[in-house]
């Protein structure tokens, strides 16, 4: 489903598919992984209602703050090359 709304560029699909997911606590989970670069994991956090408990959460937003850090990092470094 995340391939499918990637490739649309749709916004109202990316809100009906985390609409979705909000029902299934494990879902919300699979697209925090699933979305990095296509769309703000905080925002979806932000949506996330109190009380919902997301199956290895803090452990996949440890991840993606470890791939963003990884991320800044290259560019910077490809930016300190190409000057």
């Given at each position: 489903a995340?391939?499918?709304?990637?490739?649309?560029?749709?916004?109202?699909?990316?809100?009906?598919?985390i609409r979705q997911c909000l029902?299934?606590?494990?879902?919300v989970g699979m697209l925090l992984e699933h979305t990095v670069g296509n769309l703000d994991p905080l925002y979806i956090v932000s949506?996330?209602?109190?009380?919902l408990e997301i199956p290895k959460l803090r452990d996949r937003l440890v991840k993606i703050v470890t791939d963003y850090r990884t991320e800044t990092s290259l560019r910077h470094g490809c930016n300190d090359i190409l000057k």
């Open positions: 995340v391939e499918f709304v990637t490739e649309q560029h749709d916004d109202e699909l990316w809100d009906e598919l029902q299934k606590p494990e879902m949506l996330v209602p109190d009380g």
